[in-house]
């Protein structure tokens, strides 16, 4: 799922209110305000067979057994990023061993590193036997705010690959 540009938000924001302030006019029952509900989002980058996803969401936005899986508190000032490497076509692929740097720059400009730590999960029942790896840390974060995150990877055959995506954070 995208996210939608400020403007955007902005212009469906005064339509909105264009049609409420319409409607009670004519005095129907103003609509209730939308409001903007905070989903993972996923970044990709592919680079011949291998496929790079990163996701970003609100810590407190987890359910309690997956934060407790991750060792994380859930917390509406902290976001988690969560990384993976895999090769090969989806729904076959097996996860590929890399190092992960990140950091997150914010709209001031303030830039701060994301520590990545590895962590391995066993499939239940995969034959032959698999073991997922995924890379996760967590950020700061002060909604509303738009984040760019910036991912160098570095795979355990020397490929070397970079990705750049951003996430807005609202306040609730």
Not at 85 to 91: A, I, T, Y
Request: hydrophobic letters at 40%; a negative charge.
């Amino acid at each position: 799922m995208r996210t939608m540009p400020r403007l955007a938000i902005i212009a469906l924001a005064c339509t909105g209110l264009a049609s409420t302030l319409t409607l009670a006019g004519c005095g129907g029952d103003a609509p209730k305000p939308a409001r903007i509900i905070e989903t993972p989002q996923e970044a990709v980058s592919r680079s011949g067979d291998v496929t790079v996803r990163a996701n970003v969401v609100r810590t407190d936005l987890l359910n309690e057994a997956m934060a407790r899986g991750y060792g994380i508190a859930r917390d509406e000032g902290t976001a988690l990023l969560l990384v993976s490497v895999r090769r090969g076509p989806d729904g076959q692929d097996v996860a590929v061993p890399a190092k992960i740097e990140a950091s997150v720059t914010d709209l001031q400009g303030r830039r701060s590193t994301v520590a990545l730590r590895e962590l391995r999960t066993d499939v239940p029942g995969a034959t032959p036997p698999q073991t997922l790896i995924d890379y996760i840390g967590t950020t700061e974060i002060h909604a509303p705010d738009t984040l760019r995150f910036d991912l160098r990877v570095e795979r355990e055959d020397g490929a070397r690959s970079t990705m750049q995506f951003t996430r807005e954070f609202v306040a609730d």
